[in-house]
């Protein structure tokens, strides 16, 4: 028998190792993209629930069983994504607000949302909101001196920022010492955003106190 080459082998087999090297491009974009994606849109459903608390207040047992879903909602995308810093951080402040409606485990709640604030400065420490996290941790904490350097790292990155100011006003102002300077930095909050109702509320109770 007579032996034909055959000389579409070659662009055959380049085709496939070409479709196989695509294939496996894909499987590994997807096995990264994918869990990133669902953490993210879980963190970013729960994050817009919480935001809206400030203009539309929730009763006290309400508010309190959305952060615990906050918690359990942030954890999950944690779990999905570990690399999602702002899930992290998050976390971090689902614990925070969730200590406003049980005060006696305000100390265990900063704890735990220390440990998850420095998560997210593991993975970044250029977002002024990480830092605005770990400083509220360590006011839970009572470590006033510790949270004024992160919060002052917060606003070193977003000086033009009114929630940076008005964490920095609500921070000052928990040490009598620096009520004059919580005055002053709630007023700049207010000049960058003259509708925020809670640095309106600060500064009430920062007059009221005087």
């Given amino acids: 028998w007579l032996v034909f080459p055959d000389r579409a082998a070659p662009a055959r087999l380049n085709r496939f190792v070409g479709g196989a090297a695509m294939a496996a491009v894909i499987v590994t974009t997807l096995a990264f993209a994918l869990p990133h994606y669902r953490s993210e849109a879980a963190?970013?459903?729960?994050?817009?629930?919480?935001?809206?608390?400030p203009r539309h207040p929730l009763p006290p047992d309400d508010e309190r069983a959305l952060m615990t879903r906050a918690r359990g909602?942030?954890?999950?995308?944690?779990?999905l994504d570990p690399a999602n810093a702002r899930a992290w951080a998050d976390r971090a402040y689902a614990i925070a607000l969730s200590s406003l409606r049980e005060p006696a485990?305000?100390?265990?709640?900063?704890?735990?949302?220390?440990?998850?604030?420095?998560r997210a400065l593991a993975l970044s420490t250029m977002v002024p909101e990480?830092?605005?996290?770990?400083?509220?941790?360590?006011d839970m904490q009572?470590?006033?001196?510790?949270?004024?350097?992160?919060?002052?790292?917060?606003?070193?990155?977003?000086?033009s920022s009114p929630q940076t100011w008005y964490y920095q006003a609500y921070h000052l102002a928990l040490n009598p010492t620096g009520k004059g300077l919580a005055v002053a930095a709630v007023a700049i909050c207010l000049?960058?955003?003259?509708?925020?109702?809670?640095?309106?509320?600060?500064?009430?109770?920062?007059?009221?106190?005087r």
């Fill in 73 to 79: 909602e942030f954890a999950h995308a944690t779990e």
């Fill in 105 to 118: 485990q305000t100390m265990q709640f900063g704890r735990e949302a220390e440990n998850y604030a420095r």
């Fill in 142 to 159: 009572g470590r006033w001196l510790e949270a004024g350097d992160a919060f002052g790292k917060g606003l070193s990155l977003a000086p």
């Fill in 43 to 53: 963190r970013y459903a729960m994050r817009r629930e919480i935001d809206r608390l």
């Fill in 130 to 138: 990480f830092w605005l996290r770990l400083g509220v941790s360590l």
């Fill in 191 to 209: 000049r960058l955003d003259p509708g925020n109702r809670e640095a309106e509320a600060l500064r009430q109770r920062l007059a009221d106190s």
